[in-house]
T-cell receptor
Framework: GAVVSQHPSRVICKSGTSVKIECRSL??????MFWYRQFPKQSLMLMAT?????????EQGVEKDKFLINHASLTLSTLTVTSAHPEDSSFYIC??????????FGSGTQLSVL | AQKITQTQPGMFVQEKEAVTLDCTYD???????LFWYKQPSSGEMIFLIY??????QNATEGRYSLNFQKARKSANLVISASQLGDSAMYFC????????????????FGTGTKLQVIP
């Protein structure tokens, strides 16, 4: 199956710093990438949808200035958590769509903000 | 209203038996897709099966089959011959298409069902 690479898998940072998470589709071109946040033992909460070359569409309640998403190419999307705070600590996971029929996920990033 | 509803927070099944995980959805969009994913304790999301809204046949992938009842808006996952390695969280998800919004798509997930396979 298609491979989506997400880095880093785990990051610990100090409060107030920014963290960038990368999501790459390795063997296919992803016209759409999704970013999710997952709290322990809960479902995936859609944060935003990004199409290559256009601005991301954020879900209600997600701060676009806080969570910057860039989808610069058909194989790369990045999520930057700006001025991170402890409440931003969570599991972030990206996914890439292949013609809308399959959705492949990265392995996720566990963010811990101290 | 919830877009995706999974009413079973937890399920037990005997090894080698079949199990059905329930999923109902809510959309007025004629074009949509339904997915099932498995999430083991490691956190990765493993794609299991996909059903498009216009597909006439129920999707099957090995031991997984999707019981698609469009009129009832249900998309239950059937796992046949359960194995111990099937113990995990299972999520149902729906993709909605918005063709008049520049190809925007949205994929939302249900709350999940924790399946435990008993030896």
């Amino acid at each position: 199956g298609a491979v989506v690479s997400q880095h880093p898998s785990r990051v610990i940072c100090k409060s107030g710093t920014s963290v960038k998470i990368e999501c790459r589709s390795l063997d296919f071109q992803a016209t759409t990438m999704f970013w999710y946040r997952q709290f322990p033992k809960q479902s995936l909460m859609l944060m935003a949808t990004s199409n290559e070359g256009s601005k991301a569409t954020y879900e209600q309640g997600v701060e676009k200035d806080k969570f910057l998403i860039n989808h610069a190419s058909l194989t790369l999307s990045t999520l930057t958590v700006t001025s991170a705070h402890p409440e931003d600590s969570s599991f972030y996971i990206c996914s890439a769509s292949v013609r809308g029929e399959k959705l492949f996920f990265g392995s996720g990033t566990q963010l811990s903000v101290l | 209203a919830q877009k995706i509803t999974q009413t079973q927070p937890g399920m037990f099944v005997q090894e080698k038996e079949a199990v059905t995980l329930d999923c109902t959805y809510d959309t007025s969009d004629p074009s949509y897709g339904l997915f099932w994913y498995k999430q083991p304790s490691s956190g990765e999301m493993i794609f299991l099966i996909y059903q498009g809204s216009y597909d006439q046949q129920n999707a099957t992938e090995g031991r997984y089959s999707l019981n698609f009842q469009k009129a009832r808006k249900s998309a239950n996952l059937v796992i046949s011959a359960s194995q111990l390695g099937d113990s995990a969280m299972y999520f149902c998800a729906m993709r909605e298409d918005y063709p008049n919004s520049g190809g925007y798509q949205k994929v939302t997930f249900g709350t999940g069902t924790k399946l435990q396979v008993i030896p």
